[in-house]
């Protein structure tokens, strides 16, 4: 590297494991053709670092989301996107190399952010849609975020970048995620994944009863934080209306997020609080108010619903294929679709509905 380019964003982040891990040589992984240039891999590197406490575990630590180099962006506050991920591995005591599985998420995470532009905060969840390490008999089906417990934020010359550490999650605790919070579970579950270390074995934090009652208490007392819920199968078809038959609009959604989207609205809706479907083309926003109705303003479909339309649709959104109207609301239907679930071929491995 000539002298002109000075890695401080990377010195910055090499400074704080250094207070960690001391001289420690990582296991490094180096990206050879820059994702600018037409190389497959975002993130210009991942290190590893053998960890013992609080189990013997690998910490991989990305570099390539915030700006490495010289500053680039206009945000003078943040360096990049402001992050850098981490991810917490269970690790036998013989095992000399980390998993390549580990390095090819932190990899598809990359790719996600720079090809959607979203970023990761502390608090949010991913659906993996199947196990995040593939062909592994494995219940971690999807991913959590939230601040690595060694790494503060730092200040670099570019810019603040956070520690955002992935942790590997069940089926049902993104369920509980999503109507209750992502925190507050993760929380709860702290003495039994110590250090958020993701551990592949490991059974559902929900069979512990003691977690169980504490997000059924959480979501009762607090609801859900989920205002915002990304639909795969979500799409509205303008009812036709005739002399002789008449059709209502209808919304139409997955199979897969039915459930889940019934309990967000009794999570949300009976607090107070909005909910948003987002789709591919359109929007629907669930809206609580005094009086039942539904109104069409440009891709956005804004349905109002009172206590008792709320309950009523929170109960009829069931993973099975139907469709069926409200008494509350006249001329909107609700339609559930299968939803099939494919393997990286393109091969339907599970049909829900």
Request: hydrophobic content about 35%; some cysteine.
């Amino acid at each position: 590297m000539s002298e002109e380019v000075k890695a401080t964003g990377w010195d910055a982040i090499d400074e704080e494991l250094l207070k960690i891990y001391g001289e420690q040589e990582p296991k490094h992984y180096g990206t050879i053709i820059p994702y600018s240039l037409g190389g497959d891999d975002p993130l210009q590197g991942i290190s590893a670092y053998k960890s013992e406490t609080p189990v013997p575990h690998w910490h991989f630590v990305t570099y390539g989301f915030s700006e490495l180099y010289e500053k680039e962006s206009e945000d003078a506050d943040y360096s990049g996107y402001g992050f850098e991920l981490t991810f917490r591995l269970a690790r036998n005591e013989d095992e000399e190399e980390p998993p390549a599985w580990a390095l090819n998420l932190l990899q598809n995470m990359g790719r996600y952010v720079f090809n959607s532009g979203n970023v990761f905060k502390s608090g949010d969840y991913l659906d993996a849609n199947g196990p995040i390490c593939l062909g592994e008999d494995t219940l971690l089906t999807a991913l959590a975020f939230t601040f690595d417990p060694e790494l503060p934020a730092i200040d670099t010359p570019n810019g603040q970048v956070e520690f955002i550490q992935m942790v590997g999650i069940t089926g049902d605790e993104l369920e509980a995620m999503q109507t209750w919070n992502t925190l507050g579970v993760l929380n709860a579950g702290l003495a039994y994944i110590p250090s958020y270390v993701t551990d592949l074995d490991r059974a559902s934090l929900l069979q512990i009863s003691s977690i169980a009652e504490a997000v059924e208490k959480g979501m009762e007392e607090e609801g859900s934080n989920t205002g915002f819920l990304f639909v795969d199968q979500l799409a509205w078809e303008q009812g036709k209306k005739g002399w002789f038959s008449k059709h209502p609009d209808k919304v139409m959604l997955g199979a897969k997020q039915a459930g889940i989207i019934g309990k967000l609205l009794r999570g949300r809706i009976l607090k107070g609080k909005n909910l948003t479907l987002v789709g591919r083309e359109i929007r629907v926003v669930f809206k609580p108010g005094e009086k039942s109705e539904f109104r069409v303003e440009d891709q956005d479909i804004i349905i109002s619903l009172n206590e008792k339309a709320a309950i009523e649709l929170g109960q009829s959104l069931i993973p099975q294929e139907k469709e069926f109207e409200l008494s509350t609301i006249t001329g909107l239907s609700f339609q559930i679709m299968k939803t099939y679930i494919k393997d990286q071929e393109g091969n339907v491995v599970e049909t829900i509905g």
